[in-house]
Every structure is written in structure tokens, then in C-alpha cells.
């Protein structure tokens, strides 16, 4: 006799508990009309990954037993339908993340996740105690264990699953994206739970979290470590699979090709194509969740604006984006004219605000004060926060968020302006570095030619003194890059970096400012994560330090 589990590939909302259950009920009603003997939906899927200190909130515990309750009777008209839902519990003022088996309108068992991860995104240990029990329970036969993600990145916890019976073990999950973390996924998973004999269902949550992209692509591997199915990257997806014994029937994965017709199928053509759906459904789920009814960015005619744009775009559609073009006395013409090209191409709103008149009326008021100082970085400086602050003028007024365009390279060497370019609501391409910006400006033009030529062509420029361009300041991109990847995201020494063909003054350089502009990022706005380090979250250096290599 064969079993059918469904994948509830799912995207909840932190907090909204009657909207995730109903998203649930919703999911287990379109699987039970297909047949589905078990439903597993993601980690914490009743409340949403992760609450942070929501969980340290007894309100919370208990609005979630009674949301869980109250679906728990929903589902009882499902007749003998297992539905795994991932909640928060506790018990005596013990705090647990766990998953409930729901059948018939009964609990017939709970799990508590084993391994809390403390690194990273994550801060687990800081809320929850560790379970220490299997669950394992039978269907048709077939006997199926739960782990909860991290659990089956160790192989304790999938040990005891097998110990105490299990063939299947169905695994809900709140893996967050970085670039490559599928491939990392399936050699976790062949390491520590197909080694050991079972096949296993990975349901992953899929949407935006403030920072944190959650990218589905839930999958289901069989005892030999083979994928049988994988389901959609970066989208809501269900799917039903059947099992016969251990073994999962479909034996072709289902990978989803990249979206919009894209046929190349290379490594860095699919990594480009999974970044720019995570940076677009990031979009989609900050503006949408939060309730703001639309955006607006400041657009220069340059490569790190024209490529937010192209993303809201296409996250929200061109009735929700305003763009505006600010132009100073150092504005080239062809940034109007690339500006208005693009705009008109992508059908968006698009105003010009001169700031000529205001830099004019600053230098007024502080020509005494400066009255024999050359013109420096302040006045540079001046212009961006001029720009920063009619964005927010325009912010207050209409309600709509401000977008900032600053990339990684940028804020890694503090090549951007406080109260100015950095000003806003949500930094879309603070985890993508320069060279990488233009290669998803390539990908994005060839689903379709929305961002101009020479826009891709032209050496990049901040355009706020004469004849600019960010070459004056820095070194080519290819090496910043370089570095900054080699120091910060692999955490190599200075040595290390030196004796991998970098230049020794380069280093000392894009090292140093990295280190002195940890002020400058944490007033930076919260921003999408795509690498498995970014500044935030993964980055936690003082500002205050005297400690050198």
C-alpha cells in the first residue's frame, strides 16, 4: 500500500497566526483533494521563521496553543489526514521549537527540535531548549520520523529517528537562501539521513523576513541520495509524492528550469537567476508585508539605481514605483538621458528635481564657516544628503518606502554617504558586490532590454564633483571584490590574501576601510541577504576596537 505526502511549500507571515493557519487549512484541503494521506509544512509555520523576541513573550505561547486548537478542529473533517504544523511551545517556562503530528482533530504527537543553531542568522539557543526524543509514527505501514531542520545538518538527531524506527523522515524547515545553499543542502542531507537508510521529505519555507529570503525549493531524496523532486525556488509550490515502503515512486527530479526563458544552464547563469528571484521576492515580501502601498528611489543614470529599479519592477508591478532623478551641477547629460530611457521603457513614474538651487543655498549659509577650505568630501557629501532628504520628504508624504541603492563593495569600504545615499527604508542590493551587480543587470536584460547599454558600459561614477568616477577613490572592482570576499565572507588573513596574488598596499587598504566603517553600516537600513555572510546579522565586529591582523 502507498502513502502520500504532500509539501506544503508555504509563506507565512511572523506573527499573523489566523492568516498562516488559514494558509495551512487552505494547504491541506487542495492536498486532500488530491489524495494526500500527510501534509508537512514548513518550520514554525503557524507563527512565521523566525519571531525573534517574540517568543519571549508569554502572549505569544499563548495565542499560538489557541490558534493551534482552533485549526487543529478545522482539520478534523480531513479524515485520517497527518498534518505536521511547526510551532513554538512551552512548558512550565520551558520554551521549545516544535512540530505537531494533527489527525482527526486529535494530537497524536509532538516533536521538539534537537540541535538549535547559534551561529550566523541564527540565535536559537537564546529562546528554546533542546528536545531529546524520536517521533515516529505509522501511516498505511510505512513509519515516518520528524526532524526539524538543523537537526538533519548533524546526525544525532537523525540516529534517533532511525533507532526508533523510522523509514521516512519528513523534515520541516526555515532554511534561508544564500548562492549555492542548495548543493549544500543535498550533501548535508546524503551525509546525514540517506547514509543511514531512510529517504526524507524536506519541506523548506518559502518568502521574505526582513533580511533573511527563504527560497523553498523543498525537495524529496531517496534512500540512495538521489533528488526524486524539487519544488519551486522562490514561490509558493505544493506538491504531492508517493512513497511505497521507504522508497519515494518518482524517480525523475522535477528541478525547476529558471524562470522567463532563460536557457543557460551554466553554474553562473543559474546562480544569477536564483539571486535576482531572491532580490525580487525580498521586494515583494518587505513592501507587501509591512503594508506599504508603494516605493520610491532615487535614480542617477548609473548601474546600482538602474538595477533596484528593474528589481521593484518587477516585485511590484510599474504603478508602484516612482522614480526620481536629482541632478546637480556635476550631472552628465548622458545619466539624464539613460534615466529617461529606462523609464519610459519600464512604464514607471519618473520626476526631475533639480538640487542646484539647494547645494546653492547651502554653500550660502556656510560660506563664512568655510571661507579659505578647498571643497572637499563635505561638499560632495552636501549633495547626497539633499538627494536623501527630499526621498524622505517624498517618503512622509505619499507613504511610500524609500528603496536605497548602495551595493556591498560600497558599504564594505564606507564609499557612501550618511543621511544621503544610505538614507532610507530598505537597501535591496546591500549583499551584492559590484561585479556581481552587473552581471544580474546582464541576466535581467536578457529576459528583456530594460536597462540601457551604456548604462553597463560607462565607467561607474558618484557625479558629485567634476569629471568623477569611483576609480578616483578605489581600486577596480575586480580587486575590491576580491578582497573584500577573501576577508570578510571567508575570513582570510591579510597573508592569506597577499599570497593569493593581491597587492599588499590593496589589502592594507580595502582592510582598513572595511574596519573603520563599521559606524557608517550599522546606521545603514536593513537590506537583503543573498551570501552566507553579510553585513548585519552574520557581521558582528565593534565599532570600537584597536585590534589589528
Not at 399 to 406: E, H, P, R, W
Request: aromatic share 8%; charged share 20%.
Amino acid at each position: 500500500m502507498t502513502v502520500k505526502v504532500a509539501i506544503a511549500q508555504m509563506n507565512s507571515v511572523v506573527g499573523d497566526l489566523a492568516g498562516n493557519a488559514a494558509q495551512i487549512l487552505d494547504y491541506a484541503q487542495r492536498a486532500a483533494a488530491q489524495g494526500a494521506d500527510i501534509v508537512v509544512t514548513p518550520e514554525l509555520s503557524l507563527v512565521g521563521y523566525p519571531p525573534e523576541d517574540l517568543l519571549l513573550r508569554s502572549a505569544f505561547y499563548a495565542k499560538t496553543r489557541e490558534t493551534l486548537f482552533a485549526l487543529a478542529e478545522s482539520l478534523r473533517v480531513l479524515k485520517d489526514m497527518h498534518v505536521l504544523i511547526g510551532h513554538p511551545t512551552e512548558n512550565n517556562g520551558v520554551r521549545f521549537n516544535a512540530v505537531s503530528v494533527l489527525c482527526n482533530g486529535e494530537l497524536i504527537g509532538i516533536y521538539y527540535k534537537h540541535d538549535l543553531p547559534n551561529d550566523m542568522v541564527f540565535d536559537e539557543k537564546r529562546y528554546f531548549s533542546s528536545g531529546h526524543n524520536a517521533l515516529v509514527f505509522e501511516v498505511k505501514g510505512i513509519k515516518f520520523g520528524v526532524n526539524i531542520c538543523e537537526d538533519t545538518w548533524l546526525s544525532h538527531a537523525p540516529q534517533i529517528a532511525k533507532k526508533a524506527g523510522a523509514e521516512v523522515l519528513l523534515v520541516p524547515n526555515g532554511s534561508p537562501f544564500h548562492m549555492n545553499k542548495q548543493h549544500q543542502r543535498f550533501d548535508v542531507m546524503r551525509a546525514n539521513v540517506t547514509s543511514q537508510g531512510m529517504s526524507l521529505v524536506y519541506a523548506n519555507l518559502v518568502g521574505g523576513q526582513d533580511e533573511l529570503i527563504f527560497d523553498g525549493n523543498s525537495f524529496v531524496m531517496n534512500q540512495a541520495g538521489e533528488v526524486c523532486v524539487q519544488l519551486k525556488h522562490c514561490e509558493a509550490d505544493l506538491q504531492i509524492v508517493e512513497f511505497d515502503g521507504a522508497a519515494p515512486l518518482s524517480s525523475t527530479p522535477t528541478v525547476p528550469a529558471p524562470k522567463d526563458g532563460i536557457n543557460d544552464t551554466s553554474p553562473d547563469a543559474q546562480i544569477e537567476a536564483q539571486v535576482y528571484q531572491a532580490l525580487v521576492l525580498g521586494v515583494r515580501d518587505y513592501v507587501g508585508k509591512n503594508g506599504f502601498p508603494s516605493i520610491v528611489l532615487g535614480l542617477s543614470g548609473g548601474v546600482d539605481s538602474a538595477l533596484v529599479l528593474a528589481i521593484a519592477v518587477d516585485a511590484l508591478g510599474a504603478d508602484k514605483v516612482r522614480a526620481v532623478m536629482m541632478p546637480s551641477p556635476y550631472t552628465a547629460d548622458i545619466s539624464w538621458l539613460d534615466s529617461r530611457e529606462m523609464v519610459q521603457g519600464l512604464g514607471v513614474r519618473y520626476d526631475e528635481i533639480p538640487i542646484s538651487a539647494c547645494f546653492s543655498a547651502f554653500q550660502d549659509t556656510l560660506r563664512q564657516e568655510f571661507a579659505g577650505l578647498a571643497e572637499d568630501t563635505t561638499e560632495e557629501n552636501i549633495q547626497a544628503r539633499i538627494r536623501g532628504t527630499i526621498l524622505m520628504a517624498l517618503s512622509n508624504k505619499y507613504g511610500s518606502i524609500v528603496l536605497t541603492t548602495g551595493n556591498k563593495s560600497e558599504m564594505a569600504v564606507g564609499y557612501c554617504t550618511l543621511y544621503g545615499d544610505m538614507a532610507g527604508g530598505f537597501a535591496v542590493i546591500k549583499d551584492i558586490a559590484k561585479t556581481l551587480v552587473y552581471r544580474l543587470c546582464a541576466y535581467r536584460n536578457r529576459l528583456s532590454p530594460v536597462i540601457p547599454e551604456r548604462i553597463l558600459t560607462r565607467p561607474p561614477s558618484a557625479e558629485l564633483r567634476p569629471d568623477q568616477t569611483d576609480q578616483d577613490s578605489l581600486p577596480p572592482y575586480e580587486i575590491l571584490d576580491g578582497i573584500m570576499q577573501r576577508y570578510m565572507e571567508e575570513n582570510q588573513s591579510r597573508a592569506d590574501i597577499v599570497a593569493a596574488g593581491y597587492r599588499e598596499e590593496d589589502v592594507e587598504r580595502i582592510t582598513r576601510l572595511i574596519k573603520i566603517n563599521e559606524y557608517k553600516r550599522r546606521q545603514a537600513p536593513v537590506g537583503i541577504r543573498v551570501t552566507h555572510r553579510a553585513f548585519g546579522r552574520d557581521w558582528r565586529y565593534p565599532i570600537t576596537s584597536k585590534f589589528r591582523d
